[in-house]
């Protein structure tokens, strides 16, 4: 099951929205912040989207919510692939997301997903308007521990599936998979073609019982003037900073402000030096042989035009 819950909604028309996915054994909430279990997830302190909402006020904020048991024995978890599909469908079917630019931040498992959806969305958007909106307007990816190549540990798994069963998710994540491999190649390609934003960020410490989880080549995803940022973390709180001071959720935040940065208008101070430039040079008789007019100056400069009231 796949689904999403609004962390946060400006008062006004937000000027876009992010979009947070969990990783392998993840939840919508308790992924995202460090004491879980203490406080309902809107009381927690420590749940870093709420920060987020704060500190870039004009966007909207989702948290996405979908099945990610490690083990058959512990629960159910899709396919990487049918996930994808899944998260897609819903996200579709949100009417609030159907307009202004999207930011997708995904931990580990979180991170292949978000590719997945954009290289679905890619094939679907010949035929479903949605899909094709939906791939236009991201424009930026944040990666958080995201095993591109698989994870060691996945692979473990997999020799001992007998004692472990895991996930069709776990299986999924088998270190250098050719699945795997196939979606990183394409996700090269289309993301350098599109020009697409990243942050992308890697453990550097080990887990106490499992190691490292996701080690540094498999968490570059190899993307063009594109450096991953290594992180004092293990890979459970490379996506639970411990307060808003931490370098994880300085670098989120400032990754996700530039989506509301807008760029600012001409000084009309500027427009006028533009203008008086412009009479001084040129005659009327070569405006009209070059069939430039003054009044495209302002054309080109709106926002002056209109404070001038001309």
Known sequence: ???LFKVADPAEQPTGSILLLHGLGGHHYDTWRLEVGRKPWNLDETFWPAWLAR???SLAIYVVG???A???LRG???HLTDQATSILARVNAESELAQGPLTLIGHSLGGLVIKQIL???DSMARYD????GFIERVERVAFLGTPHLGSGLATWGDRLRILVRPSSATASLVRNDPNLRDLNNWYRDWANARGITHLVLTETQRTSFLGTIVSPDSADPGLANVRPIAIDANHSNICKPSDDTRQIYILVRDFNVRLIEKPKPLEDALVERLVA???ARASIAAKSETGVERRTVFELCPSAETRRGT
């Open 55 to 57: 500190d870039c006020a």
């Open 129 to 132: 308007k949605r899909s094709a």
């Open 70 to 72: 490690v083990s058959r």
């Open 76 to 78: 159910t978890a899709m």
């Open 119 to 121: 290289r679905t969305a």
């Open 1 to 3: 099951m796949s689904d």
């Open 277 to 279: 430039a412009f009479d």
């Open 66 to 68: 979908y099945n990610a």
